[in-house]
Structures are given as structure tokens and as C-alpha cells.
């Protein structure tokens, strides 16, 4: 039996987007995210639903506007996780994001490529991305397709990722390089000489 698009896509295959319905739930879904991305800023009952509709399944994630995607729901946001200001996903392939991880502005991720033949350059081909839990994602970082981030690593802004980075490591660069581990004092300092315990992060609401 001939393969359908998605197959191929789920199998790292070359496939063309432009039939069996693709083309349509790309449409549904630049749809939610116009409304998604004109929402008044006040209304977040309504943006917390909005990301569910966008990622398919109710999600504790935070994704702050304008956020752009192909599909969405092809991404999977763990609970807790924060995305900033104008980032994009190009969901083709699967999008997988755990916990507690924090995306910085303009963060790019691709799952997808083309062939270098020119002639076979309007074809694609995709590869899953996946991010571990706790991990910091800096702001213009571009994450490339098939790439693995370990859970904790920080990856430095304008970083450009080409190949998976180990967990609990910092990493930065065009191509990005693991730079060195965590190390106990990053666990107890923020800045050097400024420690965890110096901060009582109290914070008053106005009006109170």
C-alpha cells in the first residue's frame, strides 16, 4: 500500500504538503493563530484556551504573542513551560518541549529541510525536535531539524543548534558547543556574590 504524506513525514521521508488535506489544516490553523495573536492582552482565561485549541490537548503551558506555527498540533509544551515574545515553529515534524523549560524571544525551531538538488529543492523532508525538562532556551536561538537538548542546559542567545546537546550543560555559539557543565555554583549564585538566599523575592500587588 503507497504511503500517505504524514507517514513519509513521521518516517523522515521526501514529501510534497500540498494535498491530502495538509493544505487545509494549515489554513484551520493560521487561523486560530490570527486569533490567537490579536487576543487582548487582558484576557487570559481566553488565551489559555486558545493554546489548547492551537496545541490540540489542554495545556499548563505560557505562550506569550505573537507566537507563530505551521500546524500546532504538532507541539507538545510541558507544564510550566514559558514561550516569549515572537517565537516560531515550523511543526511539520513533531515538536516535543517538557517541563518548566523557558524559551527567550525570537527563538526559531525547524523540523523541516530540503533536499540540496535544486531541482528537488521544492520537496521536504522532517526530523522531530525534542527539549528536555528545565531547560533555558536564550533569546534569536535557532534549533535546527532532528536536534536533542538534554533536561537543564541553558542554551546561550543567538545560538545556532545543529547537533544534540547533553543535559545539564551550557552551551552557546554558531554552531552552538557545549561550553562547560553546571557546577555547584551556579546551583547557589545568579550573578557572582549574589546568592539565592540574598533575595526574598517578595513581591506586593498594587492596589494592596
Not at 525570537?106 to 528545565?134: C, E, K, L, Q, Y
Request: proline share 6%; with cysteine.
Amino acid at each position: 500500500m503507497k504511503e500517505t504524506m504524514r507517514q513519509r513525514i513521521a518516517a523522515g521521508k521526501l514529501f510534497t504538503d500540498y494535498c491530502e488535506g495538509l493544505p487545509e489544516d494549515r489554513l484551520a490553523a493560521k487561523r486560530r493563530m490570527k486569533r490567537f495573536n490579536e487576543l487582548d492582552p487582558g484576557d487570559t482565561k481566553g488565551r489559555a484556551a486558545l493554546i489548547g485549541e492551537i496545541l490540540g490537548a489542554p495545556s499548563d503551558a505560557w505562550i506569550e504573542p505573537p507566537f507563530y506555527f505551521c500546524y500546532g498540533t504538532n507541539i507538545t509544551l510541558g507544564a510550566g513551560t514559558y514561550i516569549n515574545v515572537n517565537c516560531s515553529f515550523i511543526d511539520d515534524g513533531r515538536i516535543t518541549i517538557g517541563k518548566r523549560v523557558m524559551f527567550g524571544p525570537s527563538v526559531n525551531i525547524a523540523t523541516v529541510s530540503h533536499p540540496i538538488n535544486p531541482a528537488m529543492r521544492g520537496f521536504m523532508f522532517a526530523d522531530p525536535v525534542a527539549i528536555g525538562d528545565d531547560c533555558w532556551i536564550g533569546a534569536n536561538v535557532t534549533i535546527c531539524p532532528g536536534v536533542t537538548i538534554g533536561e537543564g542546559t541553558t542554551i546561550g542567545a543567538g545560538s545556532v543548534v545543529t547537533h544534540d546537546i547533553p543535559a545539564h550543560v551550557v552551551a552557546v555559539g554558531v554552531p552552538c558547543r557545549v561550553l562547560r557543565e553546571i557546577n555547584e555554583r551556579d546551583m547557589a549564585e545568579y550573578r557572582p556574590g549574589m546568592t539565592f538566599a540574598d533575595d526574598e523575592l517578595v513581591c506586593e500587588t498594587r492596589g494592596k
